[in-house]
């Protein structure tokens, strides 16, 4: 498809977000790519690393394609949509080869989902992480999200992210901990392919048992969170929200 490329590279299985125009937002038809890709990592024993990055250098990922919430008409439509959006996220964070987000541009939104799914980050200063849904849409993340979130940033940063609608910039993502390396835009194939390379060269197994055991970690106690979503999601606020937010147009918050 091509707002997914998937193409194997040697050892490496890349998988780009291509819709530039769109900020790379994803459609249903994309995050469904993205779980076939994973299953094809898992599947090919050539493959020894997924890499996933975005088309241009203005996005990452910005997030679902907003147009689809159109449809919601009730709590139940965002909890399916939440457990549509963990299959694919609990895939990712299951691939037993490690994953590599390379980010540019923004990565909010469903973009910050995927890339705390992947086993590490590699980001220019430029990039700008979070999910700003306190001033855009007024709906929430599933308990899986915030539990990823809360396991990278921890709590403090990450209600600092979320409560206040920030972007956190890659130099403070950096420091933070949530990125692995920052490099300047021009340098980024070549300490993409550095870090791959080490990757590469380093035991499957040991690589596989650690990223499985810091997995089994993070989601040992998580509870359930549905009922959050469903009111959330169910909310006249969000209603209000999704239509505004695709006509432009500024939303005045109600609290229910």
Same mark, same amino acid.
């Given at each position: 498809?091509?707002?997914?490329?998937v193409t #194997?590279d040697?050892?490496?299985?890349?998988?780009?977000?291509?819709?530039? /125009?769109r900020?790379?937002a994803?459609?249903w #038809?994309?995050?469904?790519?993205?779980?076939d890709?994973?299953?094809?990592?898992?599947?090919?024993? #050539?493959?020894?690393?997924?890499?996933?990055?975005?088309?241009?250098?203005?996005?990452?990922?910005?997030?679902?394609?907003?147009?689809q &919430?159109?449809?919601f008409?009730?709590?139940? /439509?965002?909890v %399916? =949509?939440?457990r549509?959006?963990?299959?694919?996220?609990?895939?990712?964070?299951?691939?037993?080869?490690?994953t590599?987000?390379v980010?540019q541009? =923004?990565?909010v939104?469903?973009?910050?989902?995927?890339a705390?799914?992947?086993?590490?980050?590699?980001a220019?200063?430029?990039?700008r992480f979070?999910?700003?849904?306190?001033?855009?849409?007024?709906n929430?993340?599933?308990?899986?999200?915030?539990?990823l979130?809360v396991h990278?940033?921890?709590?403090?940063r990450?209600?600092?992210?979320?409560?206040?609608?920030?972007? =956190?910039t890659?130099?403070?993502?950096h420091a %933070?901990? =949530?990125? %692995?390396e920052?490099?300047?835009?021009g340098?980024?194939p070549?300490r993409?392919?550095e870090?791959?390379?080490r990757?590469?060269?380093?035991?499957?197994?040991?690589?596989?048992?650690a990223?499985?055991?810091v997995r089994?970690?993070?989601t040992?106690?998580?509870?359930?969170?549905?009922?959050?979503?469903?009111?959330v &999601?169910?909310?006249?606020? &969000?209603?209000?929200?999704?239509?505004a937010?695709?006509?432009?147009q500024e939303?005045?918050?109600?609290?229910?």
């Amino acid at each position: 498809m091509d707002d997914l490329i998937v193409t #194997a590279d040697g050892p490496v299985l890349r998988v780009v977000f291509n819709r530039p /125009d769109r900020h790379n937002a994803l459609t249903w #038809a994309m995050w469904d790519g993205l779980h076939d890709a994973c299953e094809r990592a898992d599947a090919d024993p #050539a493959i020894r690393l997924l890499a996933l990055s975005g088309a241009g250098e203005r996005a990452f990922v910005s997030g679902t394609d907003i147009s689809q &919430f159109t449809a919601f008409t009730d709590g139940a /439509d965002g909890v %399916a =949509y939440e457990r549509r959006v963990q299959r694919v996220v609990d895939r990712l964070e299951s691939v037993r080869v490690p994953t590599l987000a390379v980010v540019q541009g =923004y990565c909010v939104g469903a973009g910050l989902i995927l890339a705390s799914a992947c086993d590490l980050r590699l980001a220019v200063p430029e990039a700008r992480f979070g999910a700003p849904i306190a001033r855009t849409l007024g709906n929430c993340l599933s308990m899986n999200t915030y539990s990823l979130l809360v396991h990278h940033l921890g709590p403090a940063r990450t209600l600092d992210m979320l409560l206040r609608a920030r972007l =956190y910039t890659g130099e403070e993502a950096h420091a %933070a901990g =949530y990125v %692995a390396e920052l490099c300047e835009p021009g340098e980024l194939p070549v300490r993409q392919a550095e870090i791959e390379e080490r990757l590469l060269g380093h035991s499957p197994l040991s690589m596989w048992a650690a990223k499985e055991a810091v997995r089994r970690l993070r989601t040992a106690n998580l509870p359930n969170g549905d009922d959050l979503v469903t009111e959330v &999601f169910g909310s006249t606020d &969000f209603r209000t929200a999704v239509a505004a937010f695709l006509a432009k147009q500024e939303v005045t918050w109600q609290g229910h």
